[in-house]
């Protein structure tokens, strides 16, 4: 039955891409595809493993924003919609803030910009929490794997939300350095690092802007140990870059 259902949705999306993008029967059919997944199977890992593949971040991408000429917004409805279904599951949490980091960058005003970033830091913190309260229990590799690469988005999303700010607010600031020195001292996210030249592209801005335009905003730190962070962070990076 969840075949046949998968199926039906799949045939809708597929004709709602050829043709005309049809917002709500694309969401209509990624809901029923969830829906009916998580109704009929109990087993919770099961179910992950078989709407993973629905919820991917790139994949959705992939279909839509290529093929549909631009339609990001699409992508953000289609996560908005399926929030429903998932709520507490990290890999949805974590892959629900990739697509509002991604939909910032197409935004030329600060304050939507912002806003943005700020549900995308709200998704990606919970993300967060749940994936380490799995792993407190599980302690196995695929948990650690999937929360290196929640600790690297909510660095790019630190850093994107101190840039929108030029800098100005030192809580985020101190923040985001000590995000970013966590993901750049874990070794699972050399490939994030290089797969996404946007991401990189935040974290290279961020360090560049720091050491030079706003630099005025690491002296200013009203304690000493983000300022040798953030050292920190530019040895690492430039070692990312050599590698690169």
Partial sequence: ????????????????????????????????????????????????????????????????????AGHMYLVVRIYDALNKYLP????????????YLRYSYSKK?????????????????LA???????YEVAKNDYLKISMDHIVFTKAVIGCKICST???????SL???????????????????????????????QFVKDLSGTYSNSINSLTDNIHKDYFSEIFALMMNKVTKK
Avoid: P, W
Wanted: aromatic letters at 12%; a negative charge.
């Fill in 88 to 99: 507490n599951d990290f890999h949805f949490l974590h892959q629900y803030a990739k697509c």
């Fill in 174 to 204: 101190k923040f985001a350095i000590d995000s970013l020195r966590d993901a750049l001292q874990l070794d699972t996210n050399y490939n994030d690092y290089l797969n996404d030249y946007r991401d990189s592209d935040v974290l290279v």
């Fill in 1 to 68: 039955r969840i075949k046949s259902a998968c199926e039906k949705a799949k045939i809708a999306l597929s004709n709602s891409t050829k043709t005309n993008i049809d917002i709500d029967n694309i969401i209509g059919a990624y809901s029923y595809i969830i829906e009916c997944i998580i109704s009929r199977i109990t087993n919770e890992y099961k179910q992950r493993q078989l709407y993973r593949d629905f919820i991917l971040y790139d994949i959705i991408n992939d279909i839509f924003l290529n093929k549909g």
């Fill in 109 to 125: 005003s600060d304050k939507e910009t912002a806003e943005l970033l700020a549900f995308a830091m709200e998704k990606i913190s």
């Fill in 128 to 134: 967060y929490q749940r994936v380490a309260v799995e």
């Fill in 165 to 171: 700010n030029k800098y100005r607010e030192e809580q």
